[in-house]
């Protein structure tokens, strides 16, 4: 995002005229403009709503020089298509960051590791393999088919799973250690 300039006395004094020529009333628009755009902020998501209203402010008071005498309307317009891309300059830049951040690493299978999966999958009680397998292969609509032929509800077929799966990870973890993989 570019470097902001801050607002200078003498452009919070044009911003405050622009707003309106009674400096009460101009003062008044200020608060609720700024209010307004923390709650445009706050309603994307943004964490740093004030901050982002406070640089749509400084952008819009940037530009009054050459604006203030051409623009007709309501000033908070202006605003808040000035806010606007300050929030797709935010989210770019949000979205950058966290492309830079490496993704979590999950430690490589090895070949030993898949074969105590298969191994310990084979074991299963019939039953409990079908399920397992089901629930994995089918789609949430296929799933819950799977929890009607299982006569029972998809809270329950999850706890199913869940358990087989928590059977599995052991079963797994056993294998793996009886044939002194790392």
Not at 12 to 35: C, I, M, Q, S, T
Not at 99 to 119: G, H, I, M, N, Y
Not at 132 to 153: H, I, N, P, Q, V
């Amino acid at each position: 995002m570019p470097k902001e300039r801050g607002l200078t006395p003498e452009s919070f004094e044009l911003l405050l005229a622009w707003l309106n020529p009674d400096r009460d009333k101009a003062g008044e628009k200020y608060g609720a403009v700024r209010h307004r755009l923390v709650l445009f902020f706050n309603r994307r998501g943004c964490l740093e709503s004030e901050m982002l209203a406070d640089r749509t402010i400084n952008r819009v008071a940037v530009k009054l020089p050459g604006l203030a005498d051409r623009y007709q309307g309501d000033p908070a317009y202006y605003f808040y298509g000035v806010a606007k891309k300050v929030l797709h300059e935010y989210l770019r830049d949000e979205q950058q960051k966290t492309k830079r951040q490496p993704p979590p690493t999950q430690p490589a299978r090895t070949e030993a590791q898949l074969v105590c999966v298969e191994e310990c999958i084979e074991r299963l009680p019939p039953r409990k393999r079908r399920i397992f397998e089901e629930y994995f292969y089918r789609d949430e609509a296929g799933r819950e088919e799977l929890a009607d032929e299982e006569g029972c509800s998809m809270n329950a077929l999850r706890i199913r799973v869940h358990r087989v799966r928590v059977e599995l990870e052991a079963c797994v973890e056993e294998c793996v250690k009886r044939k002194g993989v790392p």
